[in-house]
């Protein structure tokens, strides 16, 4: 079992910044692909951006050139720098992993959650 481990969210106004983290327990950290999730009430779950093993990323429309994903391997660590913050950011972020266990095993886990809120 992985365990994610998020920290970071929190209450900021609109244009401020925050660095969400998120710590994994899984062995094979460097070859997983990470990724941020966030849910706004009432709304479904969407990917805001994702890295993988050998540093690609991609992001969502809504968050491009203000978000930035990177990975710290010796740390197992993943960080989601938000710049430019806006009221609709407003969400749970879910840090997400996709764990090579083996070459034929794999597994996908989520983070709890952390609240992040933008006020106008």
């Known amino acids: 079992q992985v365990q994610l481990v998020e920290s970071g969210g929190g209450l900021v106004r609109a244009g401020g910044s925050l660095r969400l983290s998120c710590t994994s327990s899984s062995s094979t950290f460097s070859i997983n692909t990470m990724a941020w999730y966030r849910q706004a009430p009432g709304k479904q779950r969407e990917l805001v951006a994702a890295?993988?093993?050998?540093?690609?990323?991609n992001y969502a429309d809504s968050v491009k050139g203000r978000f930035a994903l990177s990975r710290d391997n010796a740390k197992n660590t993943v960080y989601l720098q938000m710049n430019g913050l806006k009221p609709e950011d407003t969400a749970v972020y879910y840090c997400?992993?996709?764990?090579?266990?083996?070459?034929?095993?794999?597994?996908?886990?989520w983070g709890q959650g952390t609240q992040v809120t933008v006020s106008s």
């Open positions: 997400y992993s996709h764990v090579v266990v083996t070459t034929s095993l794999q597994n996908d886990y």
């Open positions: 890295i993988t093993s050998g540093g690609s990323t």
